[in-house]
Each structure stands twice: as C-alpha cells, then as structure tokens.
C-alpha cells in the first residue's frame, strides 16, 4: 500500500506529456510532431517543457535548424514506449485476450515495400495488430521480453538476448547505395564501393546494432582501399539532404530509398558486395513462448527458404 500512496501523491509525467515527447522524438521536428498530434506547436512545446520540468532533465537539444535527443531523451524513448504500451493494452483488454497478436516492426525498414513479408502479414490478417512500426530492433527486442509484444521483426539478430529470445530467418533485405547522382558512379547500373570511394561514408555508431555493424566492418576491413567516415546524421533526411549536395554517400536498406530529391540517387552494389552487404530479417519471440497463436505466425512468416 505504501507503493500507492507514493504514485498517487508524486508529481509524474502525464500521458499527454509522453505522447507528445515520442512524436517529438520520432519526428525530430516540432512542425512534424504537432502535425501528426493534430494540435499546434505552442502547446506541443509548453507539454515538452513542462516533462522536462517535472524530470529534471534536459530531453532535446535544440538549434534554430535541428532538434536532438539528448542522452536522457534516448534513454526515455524506451521507457515511454513501454509504458503507453502498457497502457494501452490495458484500454484494448489485450492484457486478459490470449487470442490477440501484438507484432512489432523495427523502423529500419519499410515492410510495406517487402513483399514477402508484408503479403504474409495480410495472409495472417495482423495488420491491425501491428503497433510498435517506430522502434529500432534493440527496443522491440525490450517490448518482447516485457511481453508487451508477442512476435518482433528485426534487421539481424541482437546482442545479449540469446537466453531468451527464439529467431527464424524470413528474408534478407538488399542495401542500395545512395549517393550524388553528379557522381561519375552514377552511371553505372550497379556500383562497387571502390567506384565511390572518393566520398565519405555516413556510418552509424556499433551501439546501434552491433552484428550488422560487425558484418560490414568485417568486410570493409577486407578492402584493398579505406573508406573514410563521417557520422550519419540522426534525422535520414537530413543525411540524404548532404548526399544530394555531393558530401558523401551511404548504404541504405532498399525498402528505405522512397525519398527522391534533385541532386540524389540510388544503385545497386555489385553481386559480390550486395551477397555480403544486406540485411537478414529474423522474427523474433520469447523463447519460451509455446502458444499455439504465436507458433504458427511466426512460422508462416519464416516460410521462405533461406538464400
């Protein structure tokens, strides 16, 4: 009873507040967020300040061109996600209902834009299900293991979750590369890495995912040439932005390259490069899970045979 009495009566972060930070956070763009919260950005901005009041903490950084998550606001991203999930599982009755399936979707990748997993998805009539499309793999993997989530796809396996988590390979996701189409590359139907290696490479840090990470470095390590690189921005447009102005170029998942732009294009790797530089796409559940439900979605979704 003292637990209570203690929530009851301590000044906690509202809803409204954790709503309006994850819009932020995903969006990295006050317009953008208030847009997609349907309310105008005065009001956005007051609910940020007022969460930042109330934790004490610093949870953007803020410039008059961009916006970032400070290490606090990364920290928070998982925790709110958690726990509007919790909350709404409590509204939709999903914590009693065994016979609902909670998929999550890493942001890494447009499943739309995949059709043998996104045609799967419909065949599983789960579309509906499907709540969590804003969340790198490493926070979904989190979700699962709080069983606010039954099944995940993620973009290669993680670290530190061998214990508990079951994978089965789906698909293997192609990488483009996407570079300045004023680049003599550019002309080329499909580019090797050396073809662009006058140009910097936008390269994420390993804590985002470290096997991927590892795969890449692995192979790049194997190159007669160097690649120098630069920091990827946090917002992919932005990175995309540069690219198209000739600053460098990156590897992007090929269900990511919607974005069109005067001064940017997308190739192909080469066969050799692409049969190494890609992305295996794994469904992920608890390893203990043995309902009946979950078994046979993340079966049927693990159907295809594997390259």
Known sequence: MSTAVHLISNNLPSVKQLQCFLAVAHELNFRRAAERLRMTQPPLTRQIKCLEATLGKQLFS????????????????VKAESILYELNALKSGTLLNEGSLRIGLTRTLNFELISPISDKLIELDAVNDIETPNLTSAQLLQCLSKNTLDLVLTGEKSLGHEDTVRYRWVCREPLLVAMPSAHPASLKEKVALEDVADLPLFWFSRSTNPLFYDKCENYFSRLRFSLKRVKEPDDSLVMLSHIARGKGFALM??????????????????????NTLNIDIYAATRIDEQRQLILEAQERLCSGERD
């Open 62 to 77: 803020r410039t008059t061109h961009d916006v970032s998550l400070t290490e606090a606001g990364r920290a928070l991203v």
């Open 253 to 274: 998942p090929q269900s990511k390259c919607t974005f069109n732009q005067e001064g940017l294009c997308y190739r192909a790797l080469t066969d050799g490069e692409a």
